[in-house]
């Protein structure tokens, strides 16, 4: 991204400082770390990350409108609606590709969004790590918005805790010491104090939920949630659980009704040129004559699960339920990251913090994923070199 950076990290780097690097990043919790580690970070300037900036900032504009709720009534599945609904999402992720437009030229296209967590607090290890065994210049950082690492673990303490002690926040997911960012649970604990615990753990007194924390019956008052129902649904291994969409004497940081608002069910509400054009499958009247320039994405799947890349019409046809998909523009990802062999795509995910006393969300942290394949993601490019889970450094002045 930045010419003269990655050719004087491209000729620093070795074999036995990344090896070093990633026996330094394994260290702090052994064998928490399944996905693969790319080689190097991605360089932004300044023009590319006020691109990024813009559209998202138009996005926002969206999600405070207040008909935003009811324009996204809908996107919240039957029997999936939680009650106690918070006023918005604490939490926002912007994944943004690296494409090159028709004029040959570097532009941001938007490719999903997320309103929840993400890896909130592995990307503030992560370049910790990183910048012990690799040079980085002084005017590039990770984070957005003016934060630095500590004001910035201060204000992720302060978003998860509200005023409460750490052990009556919990972290929830299923089986959460199985899933493959169980690193970022660790980090969380580690800056926050919020330990993990899984849906299967909780037990109920009334309206009030409690779990088990070092062999004492603790009161939960606010829930970091990572459940997604999508995998919840599909668990027989958990027993007797409670039901989360129940009226419970609890806090949510995010709510799960705001996974699904702020999703890909709000693309086709967006109309910027750095969004590629989305349509609800269902209200499609005439096909695109080109339909291979068309990815189709369901509606209610997680990490890239169920996307056709390669569209055709007997795929459309094979669809039973098109209100529950999408059918979005295909965007031409760049192959900008130079490496050792062939160029690699690059993904940018920013995110964005909402505390409860603020009128819109703001930046504040970053992670990137590079990619040698049709696919961006830490699970498609496992046997492939300078791939894998990244993070951005942007030009500060």
Known sequence: MVTSLRKAFNAAFTQQKYQSFLTDLYSKHPGAIEFRVAETPVFVDKAFTHKMFDVCEHIIDLVCDPRFKQL????IPTG???QNETTHSQMIAFDFGICIN???????????MQGFPTLFAFQVYYPEVLEKHFSIPGNYTPYLGGYTKDSYIAMLKK???NGHNPENVILLEIKPHEQKTRIDFYCTEDYTGVKPVCISELTTEGRQLFYFRDGKKTRVKRIYNRIIFDDLKSRTDLGDIIDITQNWDVEWVPHPNWFYRISKFTLPFIYHPYVPKTFFLNEVTQLPADLENYVLKPLFSFAGQGVVIDVTLRDVENIKDPQNWILQRK?????IIETPDIPAKAEIRMMYVWPDDDKRPHPAINLARLSKGKMIGVRYNAEKEWVGGSVCYFETY
């Not at 996204?72 to 996107?75: F, G, M, N």
């Not at 030229?105 to 490719?111: A, V, Y």
């Not at 965007?331 to 192959?335: G, H, I, R």
């Open 72 to 75: 996204t009534e809908r996107a």
């Open 80 to 82: 999936e609606f939680v």
């Open 331 to 335: 965007v031409k990802y760049a192959d």
């Open 159 to 161: 978003l998860l805790l």
């Open 102 to 112: 028709d004029q040959g030229e570097l532009e941001p296209q938007l490719i999903e």
